[in-house]
């Protein structure tokens, strides 16, 4: 089984800029799919950005492209560097974690989540 555990969230400014981070455990994620999902008070939760099993083909939500960057290390660890924030961005962010090779699984087949952190962009 894995544990996804985030951090990195907080409180900025908006135009300013955090990288979240995920680290997992218990197994490692080299054959998963890895990716970023938030959700604020009384929404659905919404996909931010995913990534594939080898660390290429990132796929982001159109309100966050160009601003956010996803990557992945040899090390068990996911990351989102979000940039240029927004009043807009501010959620709680959720490492989700399944398995396959392809970004797309990440959001049909989502089988292992964080427990989030608090982003909090203020104007």
């Known amino acids: 089984q894995v544990q996804l555990i985030e951090s990195g969230g907080g409180l900025v400014q908006a135009g300013g800029s955090l990288r979240l981070s995920c680290a997992a455990s218990?197994?490692?994620?080299?054959?998963?799919?890895m990716g970023w999902f938030r959700q604020t008070p009384g929404k659905e939760r919404e996909f931010v950005a995913a990534?594939?099993?080898?660390?290429?083909?990132p796929s982001y939500a159109d309100s966050v492209k160009g601003r956010f960057t996803i990557s992945r290390d040899a090390k068990n660890t996911v990351y989102l560097q979000m940039n240029s924030l927004k009043p807009e961005d501010t959620a709680v962010y959720y490492c989700a974690g399944a398995r396959g090779p392809g970004p797309a699984v990440v959001v049909t087949s989502t089988e292992n989540w964080g427990q989030g952190t608090q982003v909090t962009v203020s104007s």
């Open positions: 990534i594939s099993w080898t660390g290429t083909s």
């Open positions: 218990g197994r490692t994620i080299t054959s998963y799919a």
